[in-house]
């Protein structure tokens, strides 16, 4: 397929670039390097250095699909800046939807996110979950997986939602370079290697067995894995939902003594206030995608993800 890769210069979709290449697909991506980085961007496909809102000026009928990431990303900044939320993330995907109606381009991934569903403890969420945002950034993604069953309908669009827990770790030189970086593991393994002095640890007092809360890490090659199975699942007028996760929750003191497990390296945590926005547990039921796409991980193990990082980390 010729394929349109929306944010494939970033950590994400730089890393479902090299697989969509791998397995013999035609890729462009368009990204405006805001947070991504030119050199992500596998060798073999196409950049354009442009916006969201000016996809129309690269589709064209000769597509097969659009692989959507570009967005933004952080949830503590959407707290801040709803607006600027609301515009790349929505009004951004309604332009880029708009192109592809005008293009007669029939086939969506778009990048979700399992952060969007109501708080249910240490239980698995499925996709029939109740959903909740609780902030701009989940609330955006909301949104656009609410828009999606009716443009299905209108325009014979096949669309797919990939709702990621947390995606984690590295595939060769494509790893986390967020900045400012915010997530756990990338900040975790900058203490281990003396770039920050401590870990800062955000709450401890939570309903879990150690206090901290729990998460699910996903590695980058194993959401890339489902992007390409997705594209086959694709089907004109209907839209789909899968959780891409691997089923089971570490707390982020276990993922702390996992990092310094896995590099040898000490540690040091403190214990700070609680995260505003923070869900307690975060743990993906992904049986769905197992089954209907066929889907099955290959670096399921968090010491594993762990190690793909650090390596990357230290390069
Ligand atoms: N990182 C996670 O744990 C996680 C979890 C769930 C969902 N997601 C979703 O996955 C996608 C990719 O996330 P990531 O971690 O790779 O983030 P990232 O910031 O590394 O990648 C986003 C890419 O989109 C580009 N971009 C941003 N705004 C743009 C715009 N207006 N026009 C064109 N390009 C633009 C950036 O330059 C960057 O290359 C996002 O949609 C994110 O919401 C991420
Ligand atoms: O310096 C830090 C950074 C993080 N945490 C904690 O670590 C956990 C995980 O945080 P983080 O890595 O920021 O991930 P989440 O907040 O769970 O959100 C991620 O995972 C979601 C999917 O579940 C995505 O939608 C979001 O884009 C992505 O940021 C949370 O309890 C944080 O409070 C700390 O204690 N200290």
Redesign the pocket.
Known sequence: MKLLV?????????ATVAALLAAGHAVEV????????AD?VPDGAVLHE?????AAQVLDPTYDGVL??????SVAESVRKPDLYFD??VR?TMSLLDAMRANDVKRLIF?????MYASAGLEPLTEESPVDPQNP?AAS?SIVDMMLPWECQASSLGAVSL??????GASGHLG???TPET?LIPMVLDVAAGKRDEFLLFGDDYPTPDGTPVRDYIH?EDLATAHVLALAAAEPGKHKIYNLGNGRGFSNREVVDAVRSVTGRPVPVRTAPRREGDAVASVASAEKARTELGWRQSKPELREIIADAWAFHSA
């Open positions: 929306t944010g494939g210069a970033g950590y994400i979709g730089s368009l990204d405006d390097l805001s947070t991504g980085f992500n442009l916006p969201l809102n000016a959507h990431f570009a967005a933004k990303i790349v993330n951004g990048s979700s996110t399992g952060s950034y993604k709702r990621y827990f947390n995606a984690a986390e370079r967020h997530h980058i």
